[in-house]
């Protein structure tokens, strides 16, 4: 039996410091596929980093961008797409998702997530801000968009490599 996923790109969706470009380079490295990092695909279009562009264009415009970034990543060609946290959020760019990806949310609670990106502060969201509260408001906030995606995976275990499994497994 062909997995129906078969072909189609593979997007890992979900909250900030859930793990979707580590979780997403390794599950390329054991599926043997190309691995895309969006929020990188953005910056390289872009020439700035996504700092830059939010501080010089704002959240919309950064939007509009990630939305064309995406819907050229996806091009009926397997791969894995890591994406940033608000990419499934855009109307257009989850509706461009559910209908030539597979989606996968990488869940997590809001407390392993503070953990992990106080390590690295350099998204413009959380810059100056309580990182614990922001994203507690936009775990509220997304919840009932990422519960759209096609399979969900609790990514909540460190090493990332358990997480790489559930998927797999999932996607058998
Ligand atoms: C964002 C998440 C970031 C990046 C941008 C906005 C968000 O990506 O796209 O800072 O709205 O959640 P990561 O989820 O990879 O940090």
């Not at 894995?80 to 949310?105: E, P, Y």
Request: proline share 5%.
């Amino acid at each position: 039996v062909i997995p129906a996923w078969t072909g189609r790109p593979i997007v890992l969706v979900g909250l900030m410091g859930v793990g979707k470009s580590t979780v997403g380079r390794r599950l390329a490295n054991r599926l043997k596929l190309p691995f895309v990092d969006a929020d990188h695909e953005i910056e390289d279009a872009a020439g700035m980093t996504i700092a830059d562009i939010f501080d010089r264009f704002g959240e919309a415009y950064f939007r509009d961008g990630e939305r064309r970034v995406i819907a050229r990543l996806i091009d009926g060609k397997p791969k894995v797409i890591a994406t940033g946290g608000g990419a499934f959020i855009n109307d257009q760019t989850r509706a461009l998702i559910l209908a030539d990806a597979l989606s996968i949310w990488l869940d997590a609670p809001v407390d392993v997530l503070v953990d992990r990106v106080r390590r690295r502060d350099t998204r413009p969201l959380l810059r100056g801000r309580d990182a614990g509260a922001v994203l507690r408001d936009l775990a509220a906030k997304r919840t009932p968009f990422y519960s759209l995606a096609h399979l969900r995976v609790a990514s909540a275990d460190a090493p990332h490599e358990n997480t790489v499994r559930a998927i797999l497994e999932a996607i058998g």
